[in-house]
């Protein structure tokens, strides 16, 4: 009987992720509202009515990919500042963790530029705070490296290698001959890391 519940906690959690995934991918080719439910439910394989046993609609299935990656980068962020170890270690760590979520979500990265205002006041109210959140980890770094600049200045500079870095994955995906991650990884490390230390 447990293993039952378990084995059908455990799918239904699988196609909410899935659900998530394809939707992320979906509303980045053809933006928010150029998907239908129908749309969605046929590329994760059940009935469009289907998913409104996972979400409420399709406004708070939006909310659910942009609230939830901005959970996941405050609380990696979070991680990173727990971990420890000098300042450059540390903004280093912080470059190639939003470097990895940069390669690995371009989809939500491009969600988020377009679709942002279609969000409910309250998912766009808790994105903007915990993004404000995640940007005050990197202020508190680069404060450290940099004592003589204001709070204004180092925001700037943060907002200034996230959109280096977000950026980055869409133009290197049109390339022809495109190169590996890891290559694309270490330019992006590289790059940012001179920016902020500048």
Known sequence: MTSDVTE???AKADRHAAILSEAARLFAAR????????DLGSAVGVSGPALYRHFANKQALLGAILVGVSER???GGQAVITA???????????????????LDDADVIRVQDRDLAALSDDDRHTVRRLQREYVELWIGI???LH????????RVRAHACFGLINSTPHSVRALRARPGDDAVRGILESMAHASLVA
């Not at 933006?31 to 129908?38: I, K, P, Q, R």
């Open 84 to 102: 420890g170890g000098s300042p450059d270690r540390q903004l280093r760590a912080l470059i190639a963790f939003h470097v990895d979520f940069a």
């Open 142 to 144: 680069l404060s450290t």
């Open 147 to 154: 004592p003589d600049r204001g709070a204004d200045d180092l």
């Open 31 to 38: 933006g928010f509202a150029g998907v239908s439910l129908e």
């Open 8 to 10: 059908r906690g455990r």
């Open 73 to 75: 980068l405050l609380a």
